[in-house]
C-alpha cells in the first residue's frame, strides 16, 4: 500500500473516532415483522459502510470473472479462426497452382469440421465438385451455401454456373434473375442472361438486353462494342424472322440494321432475299448492285451473279464485271469472276483471253489453276490441263471449294455465314482465293 493511501485511511480513522466522539447516542432499528435493535450510531454507519464495500468488492468480482471468461472465449475464437483461415489459405494455394486438388479437398472439408457455415468453403468445394463432374455435391454444397446467405450474389452465380453446367437453361436464367432483383445494374449478369436467351434464340429479349447493357456500359470503348453487337443482334432477329417466313419483321430489322451500319453485307443479303420472296426481283438486284458500288464486296458480288443469271440478264453482269475492270485494272480477283462468268455461260474463248490477262503478282489463287485446267481441257490441251491442276492442287486446297476468311480473327470458313464462327463477329467474313 502506498504512503498516500496510509495516509487518507489514518485520516478516515480520525475523522471517524471524532464522529463517535460526539455521536454517542444510540440509534434504534425497526427491523421488519416487529423486531426492533438499539445500536449506537457510530457501529450502525461502520455497518453500512461495510455492507457497501462488499456490495461493491461482489460487482468488481462479477466483473473481473466476466472479462475473464469472455477473455477466455474471445482467445478460443481467435485461435480458431486462425486454424481456419490457415486451412483455407492452403487449400487455396492448391487450388491456384493446380499442384493437388484432392489435398485441397480434403483442407476445404477440415475448414467446414471447425466452422460449418464458412460460406466459401462450400462454395470452393462445389467448384470442385462441378471439376470432378459431380453436379450432385456440387448442388448440395451450393444449397448450403444458399440457406446461409440467400441474397448472396456470388451464391446465386455458382448456382447459376451449376444449372449452365448440366443444360437446364431455364433454371439459370431464374438465378440471373435473382440476381437482378437485388442488383439490376449487374453487367456480369447482364451477360449471362444475353448469353442464355442466346441459346435459346430468343432475339427479340436479346435486342432489349442488349439495349440494357449498352446503357449500363460506362467506358467509351466497351460501349462502341455493345452498338456493334447490338446491330448484331437486330440482324439476328431479321434472320430468325425471315427462316420463320414472318418478311415484315424481317424486312423492318435489316432495314434498321442498314440505317445504323450501311455497309453490313449479311442484312443486304437478307433484305434482297426479303424482297426476292415477295417477288421485288428487280429492287433486289438494284439493292446488291448499290451495295456493290459502295462496298466492292466480293459476297455481295457472287450473290447477284446468282441473281442475274436465274433472271436471264447475264450481259447486265458482265457490263458491272467489265466497269470494275476499267476502275481496277489490276485486279486479279475480279478478272477471275470474269473469267469464271464465261466459262459459266460457255463463252470459251471469252474466258480464255480473260483469264490469260491475270496477274497474280506471285499469290497462289488455287481456284484459278482450276478454271484455266477446266480451260485447257475445254481446248483439248490436256497436258498445260493437267500442269493447271496440279498447281491447284498443290495449294492444299480441299475440293477446290471458295473459302471465307474472317477479317478479325482469320479463322476459315467453307460456307458464308453472317456471323464468325470463331470470334463470333459480325459482318467478318471475306471470300478468300488464295492458297
Known sequence: MSKLAVFIFVLFLAALALFAIYNQKVTIVQMPFGQVYETPTIALILLSIVIGALAMLLVFVVRDTKRYVDSLQYQKKQKKEAKVQELYS??????FSHHNQAEAKELLTGVLTEEPEHLNALLQLGDIAIAEDDFQKAREYYQRARDLNPRNIEVLFSLERLMEKTGRWTDALRYIE???????????????????LEKQERWDDIVFMQKTILKNEHAEKDK??????LVG?????????????????AKKAFRTVLRLEKDFIPATLGLAEVLLREGETEEAINLLEKSYGQTLSMIVLLRLEDLLISVGEPLRLIRIYKNNIS?????????FFLGKLYYRLEMIDDAFETMASVDTGGTIYPEMHQLMGNLYMKRHQMDRAMHEFKKALDAHKCAFSLSYSCKNCAYTASEWSGRCTSCRQWSTYQLNLSA
Do not use: C, M, T
Open 224 to 229: 462502341n462494342r455493345e452498338r456493334l453487337n
Open 327 to 335: 476502275k481496277n485494272p489490276n485486279d486479279p480477283v475480279i478478272k
Open 233 to 249: 443482334y437486330k440482324y439476328e432477329y431479321g434472320r430468325y424472322s425471315l427462316e420463320s417466313g414472318d418478311l415484315e419483321k
Open 178 to 196: 435473382e440476381i437482378l432483383d437485388l442488383d439490376d445494374k449487374n453487367l456480369s449478369a447482364l451477360y449471362k442472361k444475353r448469353d442464355i
Open 90 to 95: 492452403k487449400a487455396l494455394n492448391y487450388l
